[in-house]
């Protein structure tokens, strides 16, 4: 099973970019059968799934509608991790944020990150 | 989006007793032409990730217990542990994939009477 390491700053200012990476063990990015997710986690809004990125032939990204004009996630096959950027931060973007696989047949998520909690304050 | 609504918000139950949690989808999340219904639970103990206990509604990921078991259809759905052992102690998910974007109940908080 997939193992998921996430780094990234614990503490952003208002106004600026959350920047997250997660290090991908036993899977790799580029397959053909899986995707790669960002989900965070909140008291006011529960899990909340960001959105992912995959391959098939070619790379695609799909995003929530509630981040869509903020957020990039971004493959890196050369370190085999994906990143999320969510730009222009506010205090309701504090949050515990995971990534995760997307199972192959299921669709679930069956790897999750350690978490990492970033709160947004100046 | 599909709307998950879970209840209880939270229960409290003895050791050995039967715990009972239920999830109710905005839309079916039953794929008629495979006759899968896209719906999974997960565990989450506090400062971890969730964990993916059931999918398909009802089939057990490797290495749970067979006291936890998923039932339901369509858009209704129960998660029960039939006799709830103290490291059952969490807060329990249901997740819809039946479409983009993947949504979550609000979560039942189980804890021991």
């Known amino acids: 099973q997939a193992q998921l390491q996430q780094s990234g700053p614990g503490l952003v200012k208002p106004s600026q970019t959350l920047s997250l990476t997660c290090a991908i063990s036993g899977d790799s990015v580029s397959s053909n059968s899986t995707s790669w997710n960002w989900i965070r986690q909140s008291p006011s809004r529960g899990l909340e799934w960001l959105g992912r990125?995959?391959?098939?032939?070619?790379?695609?990204?799909d995003y929530a509608a509630s981040v869509k004009s903020r957020v990039t996630i971004t493959p890196d096959t050369s370190k085999n991790q994906f990143s999320l950027q969510l730009n222009s931060v506010t205090v309701e973007d504090t949050a515990v944020y995971y990534c995760?696989?997307?199972?192959?047949?299921?669709?679930?998520?069956?790897?999750w990150g350690q978490g990492t909690l970033v709160t947004v304050s100046s | 989006d599909i709307v998950m609504t879970q209840s209880p918000d939270s229960l409290a139950v003895s050791l050995g007793e039967r715990a009972t949690i239920n999830c109710k989808s905005s839309q079916s999340v039953l794929f008629r032409s495979s006759n899968k219904n896209y719906l999974a639970w997960y565990q989450q103990q506090p400062g971890q990730p969730p964990k993916l206990l059931i999918y398909w509604a009802s089939t057990r990921e490797s290495g749970v217990p067979d006291r936890f078991s998923g039932s339901g259809s369509g858009t209704d759905f129960t998660l029960t542990i039939s006799s709830l052992q103290a490291e059952d102690v969490a807060i329990y998910y249901c997740q819809q994939y039946y479409n983009t974007p993947p949504t979550f109940g609000g979560g039942t908080k189980v804890e021991i009477k």
């Open positions: 990125t995959y391959y098939r032939s070619k790379w695609y990204n």
């Open positions: 995760a696989k997307r199972a192959p047949v299921a669709g679930t998520f069956d790897s």
